[in-house]
Each structure stands twice: as structure tokens, then as C-alpha cells.
């Protein structure tokens, strides 16, 4: 069947998102069973899960995952019955069924209708370790076919594949295109036969008597390829047949099924087109005429692999590009809430017609106005979705990390119901998991070790989300070592970050570890000792605009505490003027306003109640001409504990803004995160203050070290 | 729930008369099943019939069912890997 109109794209949309929601149910019912194998809710809750995914599927005529769902939902069924018990094993079989079917799903969401053979003998390996769990009565039905050996297919010299279109008018001249067919079975071994009805008009517009199907079939046969064209030498004027070898039609047939690959070479080697010797002699080749010919293109001209492979294996690694960038998905909303923002703009409508009523033409600019704001709102209210769905994904990750390191974690999940904009969740959940990862990797200690230092055999891993003065915060909290200030010292000063002079506090030496290069695992192992480190953590969050810091008690264990904003579309901003520029300070960084006092024009700190105020002054950083106004502003802002200044000539008071992002023309520009229009139509750069500050004090503090002004 | 009998050649000779008789019998039922006994010769144009049927059911929210293949039936499905269920 093939998926081509408009509605069932769509229709596959929706299920696809609901399959993945029910499959996070299902993954998060089976954890719970692991902890409490009689919790009757629990067990409806995961039948009906796998229930439900099987009958959707069905709808779709996804038979491969129905099959496979269907042994998991029989089993499931007899847990429900109380016919078979819930024990730790049962519980590691069904998980990787969960991932399969995840895998499957992610599949269908890649265009993918059909089981890859991989993926058939994976699913078919996992129902036969589900089988002893069944009881006697039911023996596991047989996969629809045979399950092929999922290496990549061998090389067939004799094998050819045929797609016959024959000519519309071939059975009116007395041509029966099914006759070719069974002629073809004469020359040897006919292996599969497609019809392709897709040319098949509407019942109205159907011709009886024109041809319109067309058919593909794998011949194996010791008949000499010129044979086989004869076949069709009557046909041939007005048809269009193909006769193409086998093996390159199955290599192409399985990196069309292949997951998707970035690179050119791993799609080939991972099909067995081409061997790691012949890419080598490729890439080897390609470097000594110049890496502006495609490796493909080496390969086809050096008869190292067919161009239909090639070819295919291009379309698969396009196929890469494109999903990555058209990532159009679907995306529930709550109806009350969407209801709530049509009224809105409703109203938005008919406020609008009555201000260009004199009359009330004040009063409406005004309602318009407050409308404007709701509606946005409403809007942007829309886009928000809680982040318990993403934490309790960890649930998962804490599991098999545990099983991995021999160790014991319990998982706290806390302010799961917190919101924020879904497209923060999905990009910090790779961060998130880095932390996780790294807390149970190298915060908690094994069992032996927590007990010698007089603590539970089972660490905790608390995962805390809540939100403070228009952020969210995560926090990933262990009760493990926490971190060891003198190795992070000795080892900065080792790599050469930090002077060995230098004196930092607490707080400085633990921002250390998120500085590149920077790791104090001893020992690499398979999970955050390598892969991102934690200074991709911080790219990362700081790029979605928010922070991280990281508190520890030596012994007692580690908090790190990311902090976003709610929104990526919308900030509460803090608008300043130097000279004829308009900048804007994000409002939460911003503590405090006071008048630049009077003092020598070559420093660049003040006093502030007794303090050491370092400032920078936005007019010399960006070149703007003009002399300062008489009395300057000093707005405070904080970063990361750190006090410092900005100097401005006027301030402008609050504005809520909406971010324009910066074209790539700006991208290494720092201290800029992107720009707004103001009401006049002036364009106002929002300030970056994290960049901004380090860039700037850091010099300023070095230089004033020596020298501390009197207060 | 009713049956519609198709007999007799199956081909590019009657596909003119049998194609409308089958779509008619269609709209009619919600679930319609069609007999393929007497059918003595399937070709090409025989098997687009049934193989519209299955779509145009599909499209109209019934539901067809093929039953009781000819041995002529049979071998035309077989040459094109294709069974009655998967038809239906």
C-alpha cells in the first residue's frame, strides 16, 4: 500500500506521535512493574498500551508492527489474567521490546511501511526469548515470511531484476502482460513478483480494456541477459522494460531499508556494497586527485561499486539532509487552551473594527492593545508543554546504567508538571542526559564503597524542575562524592587553564569542569567518559540562552542547576540608550539601576555600597561616536554571581520584546544573542550578557587585582 | 451481506461488461462478496478489475471479499505472487 495524499500523511503524522506517547506509556509502566510487580493499574495500563499500538498500527496496515505487538500484547494479556507472573526477567525481555517497536515506529516516521530485514530478525530474535514466558497453550505465530539472514546480500551474478511497464494498449494488441510473466518462470527461478497498481485511474476514469499494471520480478536464471530481453521484443516499442542485476537491486534494496547514515562511505560499508579495503583505496585515491570529487564518483569510475548503489546510497544520505531540516511534526495541544486563544482573537477583531470609530478610538487602541498581549500569550501558552515527560525518560537511562556499573540508584522526579516551551525541552534533553549520565557514572559510588563511608548501599539521583522568576530550573542532584576540588585544581593548573598562584572560590573551581578538554574520570568507561563533554553542556545551554552552576559537598554529593528561559520566542527586556543605539538587557540579569558617580574617566570600576563594581561601557565596546550624556546610568547585572556594570546614557524602562535571531552573518558576534524592532521601527541588539561580562571583566579584574580601591 | 458471482472469461474480451456489473454490486453492499468459481480464463484486465474492486471498496468504506478461486483464478494469482486474501 502506498501513502501518497495529503490525509494520510497526515493521519500517519498523528500516529506516529501518538504510537511514540503510548510507547514512553508502555516503557514507563514495565519500569514500574520492575519496582512494583502487583500494581494491577499498572499492568492495565501497559496491556492497553500495547493494545492500542497494535490496533492503530493495524489501521495503518503496518503488518510488521501489528505481528510483533500482538505477541507482546498476548503476553501482556496473560500477566493481566494473573496467568503469568511479573519477575525482573520478564521485565528485561519486554524492554527491548519496547526499544523495537520504538525502533519501528522511528521507521515508519522515516517512510519506512515495511520491516527492514535487520529489523525482522532483531524482532524476531526478541519474540523468541518472549516465548518461554508464554504459558504451553500458545505457541508465538510465525513471522509473516521467513526471516532472512540479515547480512548483506552475497554477490548474485545470475539474478536480474525486471520492472515491466508494458504499453497501455499491449492487451487491445492481444499482449498479456501477465503472460510475460509466466513465460519469465520458464528461463529459471522466478524469486518474487511485485504488481504495482498505483497507474490504476478512479473506478470512474477506468479503461477495462487499457493496461495499467506494472510488475517487477527477481529472476534467478543461467539465461544471458540478451535472453531475457528477447522475451519482450514485440513489447518493446511501446513499453518501458528494465533488466538490472539482482545484486545491485538488493544492495540498493537495503540501504534503501538502512537507518539513516551522514556519511557517504558508512551507508556503503554498512550495506556491504563496498569493503573497508575498497573504501580506503577510494578515499586514498580521492586524496591524491583532490577532495573536491565525491567519493561516489571515485568509487564508480575505479569499478569499485555499482552507480545504482551509489546511487541509492546518495538518496539515503540526502535523505539525512532533508529530515533534519524539514522537521515539520505534529504537535498536541490542549483544546481549553486553543479555544481560549480564537475567543481572543475574536475579540482582537472586533476591538480592531471599533478604533476606526473616532469616537472610541482611545479607549479601543487601549483594549487593542491588552488583547495584543493576551494573545500572545495564549499563543505562545500553546507551544508549552510540562517537562515530566522528559524527565521520566531517565527513568530508562538510570535503569541500564545500573545494570551496566553494578550499581544501585533510586530516581526521585520532582515539578514534573513545570512548563516551558517544547522546542527548549527537546534540546535540552541531550544536555540533561549528559548530566545523568555523569552523575551516575562518576557521582555515586558501588554499593561497597557508600557503605564503607557509612551511606545506604542505594544512591539517589533527584531530578528537580521548577520554575523561579520567569526561568525554569533542573536540577540533577546526587548524594555521591561529590566533586574533588583539589584533583579539579591540580589538574586545571596541570592542563594550564589557571595559574597555579591563582586562589578561586568554591564556586569558580567547580565552573572548571566545564571547561574543554576538562575530565577527571580516571578511568574511561562507555558511558560520560567520553562522547560530549561537559563543556558541550554548557555550549549547549548557554546557546538556549541559560546557565549552569554546579554546588558540592565533598562526600555528600552534587547538584548541578541548569536555568532557562520559559521561551526562546519572547524576553522580559530591560531597554537602554547610548547616544542615538537602543540595546536591550535581558530583565532577569538585570539587579539593580544607579548613576554612574563622578570619578577619573580611565577606570572602569566603581564603588557600589562598599563593593568593587567593575563596569563596561557599552559606547567604547561598540564604537559608538558621540560624546556620553552629562549623567550616565550604571545598570548592575549578575552573571553567574558575579556583579559587574553596564555604563548607558539613558535608561528606557521594561519591555517585553520578541527575539529576531541574528543572521549567520553575526554568528561569531559575542555578546549579541539577536535583535528586536522597536515601536518606532528602530532596531535595539538584545545584549548577551553571559559572553559579554567574561569577555570584558576578566581583563578588567586582572588589572585591578593589585590595586583595590578604597572604598 | 451478498454475493455477486463473476463467470465465464474474466479478460481483456468481457472486461468491458464485467468491470461496470462488479462496481455496480459494490456500491450497493457494504460487504460484498464476490464468487470467483466460475470464472474459466483471468488475464491481465481481469486481475485490474478485482484489483479496482479492492480500491474502490477501500475508498468507499466497504468491504469486498473474494472467494472460491477457479483453478484458472488461481494460476493468474500465483504467476503474480498475489492470493484471494490479499485481494480482499
Known amino acids: 500500500m502506498s501513502f501518497s495524499d495529503d490525509d494520510t500523511t497526515e493521519a500517519l503524522d498523528i500516529f ?18 520492575e519496582s512494583d510487580p502487583d500494581a494491577a493499574e499498572t499492568v492495565n495500563a501497559v496491556f492497553r498500551s500495547a493494545h492500542t499500538l497494535k490496533g492503530s498500527a493495524g489501521l495503518f496496515g503496518l503488518t510488521h508492527l501489528v505481528g510483533f505487538t500482538h505477541v507482546v500484547e498476548t503476553l501482556l494479556g ?17 524492554l527491548p521490546c519496547a526499544d523495537h517497536i520504538a525502533g519501528v515506529i522511528e521507521g515508519v516516521a522515516a517512510g519506512r511501511l515495511s520491516a527492514t530485514e535487520p529489523q525482522e530478525a532483531a524482532g524476531a530474535a526478541l519474540l523468541a526469548r518472549l516465548t518461554p514466558f508464554l504459558p504451553g497453550v500458545f505457541a508465538v505465530a510465525p513471522l509473516p515470511h521467513d526471516i532472512p539472514d540479515p547480512s548483506p546480500p552475497a554477490e548474485v551474478t545470475r539474478g536480474w531484476r525486471l520492472t515491466l511497464r508494458f504499453g497501455p494498449d499491449c492487451l487491445r494488441n492481444g499482449m498479456d502482460p501477465l503472460s510475460f510473466v509466466r513465460y519469465l518462470g520458464t528461463l529459471g527461478t522466478i524469486d518474487r513478483v511485485a504488481v504495482d497498481d498505483s497507474a490504476l485511474p478512479d473506478a470512474a476514469d477506468m479503461d477495462p480494456e487499457t493496461s495499467y499494471l506494472a510488475f517487477e520480478v527477481d529472476l534467478i536464471t543461467d539465461a544471458p541477459k540478451p535472453e ?13 522494460i528494465r533488466i538490472a542485476p539482482l ?38 585515491i580521492q586524496r591524491e586527485r583532490s577532495l573536491s570529487v565525491p567519493i561516489g564518483q571515485v568509487l564508480i569510475e575505479e569499478g569499485l561499486a555499482d552507480p ?79 517537562i515530566g515527560m522528559t524527565l521520566r525518560r531517565f527513568e530508562r537511562v538510570v535503569r541500564d546504567v545500573c545494570v551496566d556499573l553494578g550499581k544501585e540508584v533510586a530516581l526521585t522526579i520532582s515539578g514534573g508538571d513545570a512548563e516551558m516551551d517544547k522546542a527548549l525541552v527537546e534540546r535540552i534533553s541531550d544536555p540533561l542526559l549528559h548530566l545523568v549520565r555523569n552523575s551516575l557514572d562518576h557521582g555515586i559510588e558501588p554499593p561497597p564503597e557508600r557503605v564503607r563511608a557509612g551511606k545506604p548501599a542505594q544512591g539517589t539521583l533527584r531530578l528537580h524542575a521548577y520554575h523561579d522568576a520567569g526561568n525554569i530550573v533542573i536540577e540533577v542532584a546526587d548524594d555521591g562524592r561529590g566533586l574533588d576540588r583539589d584533583r579539579i585544581l591540580a589538574k586545571a593548573v596541570d592542563r594550564g587553564l589557571i595559574p597555579a598562584s591563582a586562589t578561586l572560590s568554591d564556586a569558580e573551581v567547580y565552573d572548571l569542569i566545564f571547561e574543554p578538554g576538562f575530565s577527571t574520570a580516571e578511568t574511561v568507561s562507555n558511558l560520560s567518559g567520553r562522547g560530549v563533554g561537559m563543556d558541550v553542556v554548557r555550549r549547549n545551554v548557554a546557546a538556549l540562552r541559560g546557565s549552569i552552576e554546579v554546588e558540592s559537598v565533598r562526600g555528600h554529593g552534587a547538584t548541578i542547576r541548569i536555568r532557562l528561559p520559559l521561551t526562546l520566542a519572547i524576553i522580559d527586556g530591560f531597554l537602554v540608550g547610548v547616544g542615538p543605539s537602543s540595546f536591550i538587557v535581558p530583565l532577569d540579569r538585570v539587579t539593580e539601576c544607579v548613576e554612574l558617580p563622578p570619578g577619573p574617566r580611565g577606570r572602569d570600576c566603581m564603588n557600589l555600597r562598599g563593593e568593587v563594581l567593575p563596569f563596561i561601557r557599552l559606547r567604547h565596546i561598540f564604537g559608538i561616536p558621540g560624546t556620553p550624556a552629562r549623567r550616565q546610568n550604571v545598570v548592575v547585572v549578575e552573571q553567574s554571581g558575579q556583579r559587574t556594570g553596564l555604563v548607558v546614557d539613558a535608561l528606557m524602562g521594561e519591555f517585553q520584546t520578541v527575539i529576531k535571531p541574528l543572521g549567520p552573518l553575526f554568528a561569531n558576534l559575542k555578546g549579541v544573542s539577536g535583535s528586536t524592532i522597536l515601536g518606532n521601527g528602530d532596531v535595539a541588539l538584545i545584549l548577551d550578557v553571559g559572553p559579554l561580562v567574561s569577555e570584558h571583566t576578566d581583563h578588567e579584574r586582572a588589572r585591578q587585582a593589585p590595586a583595590m580601591i578604597p572604598a | 451481506m451478498s454475493g455477486v458471482e463473476l463467470s465465464g472469461e474474466l479478460t481483456i474480451h468481457a472486461a468491458a461488461e464485467q468491470a461496470p456489473r462488479l462496481l455496480a454490486a459494490l456500491e450497493e453492499k457494504s460487504v460484498l462478496r464476490v464468487r470467483l468459481a466460475d470464472v474459466t480464463e483471468i488475464d491481465t484486465a481481469g486481475l485490474q478489475i478485482l484489483l479496482l474492486a479492492r480500491r474502490e471498496a477501500a475508498r468507499i468504506g466497504s468491504t469486498v471479499e473474494f472467494r472460491d478461486a477457479s483453478p484458472a483464478v488461481r494460476e493468474a494469482l500465483a504467476i503474480a505472487h498475489l492470493s484471494l486474501e490479499a485481494l480482499s
Open chain 1, 228 to 240: 531475457i530481453e528477447s522475451v519482450f521484443e514485440f513489447v518493446r516499442d511501446e513499453s518501458d
Open chain 1, 78 to 94: 496473560h500477566v493481566r489474567e494473573g496467568e503469568v507472573r511479573v519477575t525482573p526477567e520478564l521485565i528485561s525481555v519486554l
Open chain 1, 16 to 33: 506516529i506521535t501518538e504510537a511514540r506517547e503510548l510507547l514512553e506509556a508502555l516503557e514507563e509502566g514495565l519500569l514500574g512493574l
Open chain 1, 308 to 386: 545504482a548503489v551509489v546511487e541509492a546510497a546518495l538518496t539515503r544520505q540526502r535523505k539525512v539532509a532533508d529530515s533534519r531540516s524539514g522537521d515539520t511534526q505534529t504537535i498536541r495541544i490542549d483544546a481549553t487552551r486553543l479555544d481560549r486563544l480564537i475567543d481572543l482573537v475574536g475579540e482582537l477583531v472586533i476591538a480592531q473594527a471599533s478604533t476606526t470609530v473616532l469616537a472610541a478610538g482611545a479607549e479601543a487602541q487601549g483594549e487593542v492593545t491588552r488583547l495584543i498581549d493576551e494573545v500572545r500569550h495564549s499563543a505562545l501558552s500553546l507551544r508549552m508543554v510540562p
Open chain 1, 247 to 284: 545484486a545491485a537491486a538488493s544492495y540498493v534494496d537495503f540501504i534503501e531499508a538502512m537507518p539513516q547514515r551522514d556519511r557517504l562511505g558508512d551507508v556503503l560499508l554498512e550495506s556491504g556494497a563496498v569493503t573497508p579495503t575498497e573504501i580506503d583505496t577510494a578515499l586514498r
